[in-house]
DNA sequence: AATAATACGTCAGTGTTGTTGACATTCCAA
DNA sequence: TTGGAATGTCAACAACACTGACGTATTATT
């Protein structure tokens, strides 16, 4: 080991065992923290994909097909059947871009905004209670510990998201 | 609001916008989570929910089917169909239960047990290291939030096993 | 102007993982 | 002992990811 001074007792939150409870909990409460929106979604014969792309439009209006594929790691026949229904569906539009006739701005229509917003309103209850049974400073430590977690090209992604204005 | 002598500037860390990075930070963070195995999976043939199966057999040797099913929140015909192919794989022994012949008990073989050490080694090292850079105050957090936000049910399961010694 | 590269969409085929429905076996209790 | 509950298996189907190939429009490069 020789890991310097704050061997010992300071590092017993890096024990096997303590790993291992991380990643069970980890399991675990990401099945609560999709449970909300996944009942939302099967009355309505979507998923969780159609979720995730109406919250990250919703989230940067305008956005492009390639971006989108970007942050989602799908293949753009993936996202393009998902992306089909919802415009059928009247939830998604759009439009040829203005500066770059080959992209597609993509944006969220009235009835897409009220689903974006049932879905995000189920899962940030759960979330406040989260929060508020576990306190600031926890929150604080969960947050870090996640951000440690992505992947660098998704870290890239959450910072440009995180700091925009809503 | 009048949440008594706390409101204001204590109560910040609860508002949508923070919530909302809360959400995504779980997006992006599970996606790093489980890309380790993925890699690993995918060269075998084998998904995500092999690894589920094989990880919680590993924890609890032998289980039975059904406490299994609980545990991951699918039905018996989804789950039977991969332990169908752990057992032939030679991964996995399903033993006739000596009370109750209608059980099954569930074991790891040798293999299956390699396979589980190189799996949770890999999720292992990427939750140490994250883990490492957050320090313990802030995994103590994470761990806070995160059984917050687990359903009920699930909640006791993960404290039946947080419990168990190895 | 011709060529290459980019952005997007689509068709066809495959694999994992979830679902229901039907069914066999085993246990238990009336 | 017979009927019901519990446990597990087989079959068929749907959602959603994947790869590969191709078409089209637009932009960039030479």
Redesign the pocket.
């Known amino acids: 080991m020789a890991e310097g001074p704050e061997s010992g007792q300071a590092l017993l939150f890096l024990t096997d065992d303590q790993l291992r409870k991380g990643i069970e909990a980890m399991f675990f409460a990401y099945r609560g923290f999709t449970a909300d929106p996944d009942r939302i979604l099967s009355e309505l014969?979507?998923?969780?994909?159609?979720h995730r792309a109406i919250h990250f439009i919703g989230r940067s209006p305008g956005t492009?097909?390639?971006n989108l594929l970007s942050i989602l790691?799908?293949?753009?026949?993936?996202l393009?059947r998902?992306?089909?229904t919802l415009i059928e569906d009247g939830l998604v539009t759009?439009e040829v871009g203005k500066t770059?006739?080959?992209?597609?701005n993509l944006y969220l229509t009235e009835e897409g905004r009220a689903l974006e917003q049932r879905l995000s309103d189920a899962q940030r209850d759960r979330m406040r209670a989260a929060y508020r049974a576990a306190g600031p400073e926890a929150v604080a430590g969960f947050r870090q510990v996640l951000e440690a977690m992505m992947d660098e090209d998704l870290h890239r992604h959450y910072r440009a998201m995180k700091d925009a204005k809503v």
Chains 1, 2 share one sequence.
């Open positions: 014969a979507y998923g969780r994909a159609h492009t097909v390639n790691g799908v293949t753009k026949q993936s393009n998902v992306l089909r759009s770059d006739k080959r992209e597609r």
